[in-house]
């Protein structure tokens, strides 16, 4: 069963969590000190906000899958619509080791698929390398959860 996914980059987390918390009628499954996630099941969704060195605003949208059967079967999906897709296996990201599908939409939209493996200690900042097919500049060296490719093809700087 697929999830949508959310991620926005907030500039006050703990308000943040707040009015989440009361939108969705729960407090986050998990909080860290820069980030929080809901797994909300009406409507099915992965929702998570970061404090981190971005802009506030939208980060990325997603699906996750339950397994990679599903994430294989998006992928060539993406791919079969002409974009061009990088796939990352075990990455660590948010605060979980998962493989991952990144691309842009055509108005530039950054879309991830994923399927979690499991729970990471860390955010993940720094501790995976960017895929090479996806870094065009040192900008997306620091990127949280890697470099996606842009509308065009060329590698996008996650800003």
């Known amino acids: 069963m697929k999830r949508l996914h959310v991620h926005l980059s907030v500039d006050d987390l703990a308000k943040s969590i707040d009015f989440y918390s009361t939108l969705f009628g729960s407090s986050p499954g998990v909080m860290k000190h820069d980030y929080a996630k809901w797994l909300v099941e009406d409507p099915r969704m992965n929702f998570t906000i970061s404090k981190r060195a971005r802009a506030a605003g939208l980060d990325h949208l997603g699906i996750q899958v339950d397994d990679g059967d599903e994430l294989s079967e998006i992928s060539r999906r ?3 619509a002409g ?9 660590h990201c948010c605060y979980a080791r998962s493989d991952k599908a990144w691309v842009h939409d055509p108005q530039g939209i950054a879309w991830e698929t994923f399927r979690t493996r499991e729970a990471a200690a860390g955010y993940g900042a720094g501790d995976e390398a960017v895929p090479a097919a ?4 040192s900008c997306c060296a620091a990127s949280p959860c890697g470099a996606v490719p842009a509308a065009g093809g060329e590698a996008a700087c996650c800003a």
């Open 78 to 80: 993406l791919s079969a």
């Open 83 to 91: 974009n061009r897709v990088v796939e990352q296996e075990d990455t």
């Open 134 to 137: 996806a870094v065009d500049s």
